[in-house]
């Protein structure tokens, strides 16, 4: 089973997700706990029409996510972002990565330690403001045990 979803939001970086308080503790700021919360929202909206997806609790998932950006007439029309100040700000492919696992696995109902392939691609697009392209799929165990086998390095 394939599940997809497009939300349309300004992706947060990983710079901006988590503060430290005086004490030297970790927190995750307000502006990722209401990312996390649009995320939620925008695929509970597109799950209205199909039905939510069923996972079992112990699936193995292959997560893909596209985040798309304005492209820039500067630069070769590369996947930048304007600042509100109209200066460009270069956008790495793996910051909005882990919210948007931990977005995306907490709606789902699966604890993320179960995403066994997880693909990020950066990419420009012609329309106006960002949008992030999610896939979700469930790998059957023949695939899982082949994904294990193969070597990275």
């Known amino acids: 089973?394939?599940?997809?979803?497009?939300?349309h939001i300004q992706p947060v970086t990983s710079n901006h997700a988590y503060a430290t308080n005086r004490k030297g503790r970790r927190f995750m700021t307000t502006e990722a706990r209401r990312y996390k919360k649009e995320i939620a929202e925008a695929m509970a909206a597109a799950d209205v029409k199909r039905g939510r997806p069923q996972f079992k609790p112990t699936a193995t998932i292959e997560l893909s996510i596209a985040c798309l950006y304005p492209r820039s007439a500067e630069k070769g029309g590369t996947a930048a972002m304007y600042t509100i100040a109209g200066r460009m700000r270069k956008r790495d492919a793996t910051g909005p990565l882990k919210l948007t696992e931990d977005a995306v696995s907490e709606y789902i109902g699966?604890?993320?330690s179960q995403n066994l392939s997880v693909h990020i691609h950066k990419r420009s697009h012609d329309e106006i403001g960002c949008k992030i392209v999610i896939a979700v799929s469930e790998i059957d165990d023949g695939a899982a045990v082949m994904h294990r086998k193969r070597r990275i390095c």
């Open 1 to 7: 089973m394939i599940v997809g979803y497009v939300v």
């Open 110 to 112: 699966i604890d993320d």
